[in-house]
């Protein structure tokens, strides 16, 4: 079973930087892609970036919009670890943080984590 661990959460200035990190345990050799989405109070959870891990989409990155050139979504293959580096936060961007892994294994699984909250005031 695998399961994500998020920390690196907390409360900074608008205009400050945060960043967050996935571990990642279990194994599951059949992950395709690793996520961070977002979700505000009172507000849908929202994709923020997205990387590919194996096959053709391995490498591939894609952004949100609203976080284009200002996050960086990353992983170090060799501690098992998701990385989001968040920097000129808004307070727009105050929501709880959560790692996401979608795997093949048995026609699609969903990996969550428990939610890191990051918080930016003005």
């Known amino acids: 079973q695998v399961q994500l661990v998020e920390s690196g959460g907390g409360l900074v200035q608008v205009g400050g930087s945060l960043n967050l990190s996935c571990e990642v345990s279990?194994?599951?050799?059949?992950?395709?892609?690793m996520c961070w989405y977002r979700q505000a109070p009172g507000e849908q959870r929202e994709l923020v970036a997205w990387?590919?891990?194996?096959?053709?989409?391995?490498?591939?990155?894609n952004y949100a919009d609203f976080v284009k050139g200002r996050f960086t979504i990353s992983r170090d293959n060799g501690k098992n670890t998701l990385f989001l580096s968040m920097n000129r936060l808004e307070s727009e961007d105050t929501a709880i943080y959560y790692c996401?892994?979608?795997?093949?294994?048995?026609?699609?699984?969903?990996?969550w984590g428990q939610g890191t909250q990051v918080t930016v005031s003005s």
């Open positions: 996401h892994a979608w795997s093949y294994r048995d026609s699609g699984v969903n990996y």
């Open positions: 990387l590919g891990t194996i096959g053709t989409a391995a490498g591939l990155i």
């Open positions: 279990g194994n599951d050799f059949q992950i395709a892609t």
